[in-house]
């Protein structure tokens, strides 16, 4: 890459308007998610959350929970681009862990749930070392955690191998040209907020945890579980996201279409209970990786 390409990649990068199509849920989705989660952290695991944040998140998680995204074309960081989603055999709506989790060049492990497995390990193994005695940097993993948690549960971060989980499905979003992986990403929450929350994303955000604590506050409990008590499990995300694209993301949005009215008020309840989910399931796992209990087994 040269000089040009340095510059030019920092200036979008520095921008708010993310690279289209190739992030995760856009800045705004992995804010959301964040905000959600900090109301449902432990006092245990708000206060090594606090520890472990770096200076620049001034004590709030949900500030560096895109910073996965903001780093991933820097050439220091590119290894990370394939940790973000997971692609699967196209029009199977299913996802394994052993067929699907590589990268495009066919390397094992490289992708999404892989990437939460490691960096919920090195959390929990971390927790009561120092950062050089554990040997990881758990400031980097907890931001990691935050944000690959949230691009699990994207349906399209679960998609087809041959439309790159939507990217190459060109369509129009409203007047927009656009494509599918995008709508997903950003532009579904962005007509939200403009239309719905008076352009307020902290709006949004509110009515949000209003339907936690009332509508969904019955199934809450089962979103937070994993079976057999394991402390993460992305492979049940990664399995509903795939079938929420079939159902959703990819009906009625084939090449060319124009996505208007019918295509957004029919998914924006998929996309908000997404949000909902993943913001609960990071608190939910950052709960139970900063238990006092869980300090007592790993220390014995
Ligand atoms: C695990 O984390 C380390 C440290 O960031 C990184 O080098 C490695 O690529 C990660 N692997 C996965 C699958 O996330
Ligand atoms: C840990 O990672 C953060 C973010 O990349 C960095 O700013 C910090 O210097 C790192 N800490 C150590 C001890 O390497
Ligand atoms: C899960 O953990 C709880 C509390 O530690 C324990 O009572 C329960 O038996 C465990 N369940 C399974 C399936 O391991
Ligand atoms: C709240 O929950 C209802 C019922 O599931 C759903 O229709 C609505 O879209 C949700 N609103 C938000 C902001 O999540
Ligand atoms: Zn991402």
Known sequence: ????????????????????????????????????????????????????????????????????????????????????????????????????????????????????????????????????????????????????????????????TGDEGGNTIIVRWYRRKTNLHHVWDNMIIESAVKTYYSKDLAIMIKAIERNITDGWFNVIPSWKICANNQTVCPNEHASESISLACKYAYRNATPGSTLTDDYFLSRLPVVEKRLAQSGVRLAATLNRIFSSQAKQIADA
Not at 2 to 23: A, D, E, M, Q, Y
Not at 30 to 59: D, N, Q, R
Not at 102 to 120: E, L, M, P
Request: charge should be negative; include cysteine; proline fraction near 4%.
């Open 1 to 160: 890459m040269g000089g040009t390409g340095f510059w030019w990649t920092w200036r979008v990068l520095g921008s708010l308007l993310l690279v289209p199509g190739i992030l995760g849920w856009g800045k705004e989705g992995h804010y959301t998610i964040c905000k959600i989660a900090e109301g449902f952290l432990s006092e245990e695991a708000l206060a090594a959350v606090k520890e472990l944040l770096p200076a620049s998140a001034k004590g709030d998680l949900a500030e560096v929970c895109s910073w996965p995204d903001e780093i991933r074309h820097s050439y220091h960081w590119r290894w990370s681009g394939p940790l973000h989603y997971v692609d699967t055999p196209d029009f199977k709506c299913n996802y394994k862990y052993c067929r699907d989790c590589h990268d495009s060049a066919g390397h094992k492990d490289r992708c999404v749930t892989a990437a939460i497995y490691n960096y919920s390990m090195q959390l929990s193994s971390g927790y009561h070392e120092s950062i050089s005695e554990s040997g990881y940097n758990l400031t980097e993993a907890l931001m990691f955690l935050s944000h690959f948690i949230g691009d699990v549960h994207q349906p399209l971060h679960v998609g087809f």
